[in-house]
């Protein structure tokens, strides 16, 4: 069993930046992949990015690659999305998500899920 908790979302400016964490319990975590997923009003939940359990291996939706980092600390039971030259279209409620099997870029992969945080850019 992992719980997770996301934070550090907020509201920002275009062109400025966040640095989404989330914290997980349980023992396992170092044995899971970790996804971050997002969701605006009125649209389906998409992927963003991902990072192995080892973290030698991240993934990024195209619509964020080069702005946005995974990493992750197996010590502290963390992984975290740094997100930089952030645009209104980000705007969303992100999720990070924990999974064993299946591709890193589908949702179907993931066995737990936090509860979300939100992010808000301006133009």
């Known amino acids: 069993q992992v719980q997770l908790v996301e934070s550090g979302g907020g509201l920002v400016q275009a062109g400025g930046s966040l640095r989404l964490s989330c914290a997980a319990s349980?023992?396992?975590?170092?044995?899971?992949?970790m996804g971050w997923f997002r969701q605006a009003p009125g649209k389906e939940r998409e992927f963003v990015a991902a990072?192995?359990?080892?973290?030698?291996?991240?993934y990024y939706a195209d619509s964020v690659k080069g702005r946005f980092t995974i990493s992750r600390d197996n010590a502290k039971n963390t992984v975290s999305l740094q997100m930089n030259s952030l645009k209104p279209e980000d705007t969303a409620v992100y999720y990070c998500?924990?999974?064993?099997?299946?591709?890193?870029?589908?949702?179907?992969?993931?066995?737990?899920w936090g509860q979300g945080t939100q992010v808000t850019v301006s133009s």
């Open positions: 998500a924990a999974g064993r099997r299946g591709s890193v870029y589908s949702s179907r992969t993931y066995d737990y």
């Open positions: 349980g023992r396992t975590f170092s044995s899971y992949a």
């Open positions: 990072i192995t359990w080892s973290g030698g291996s991240t």
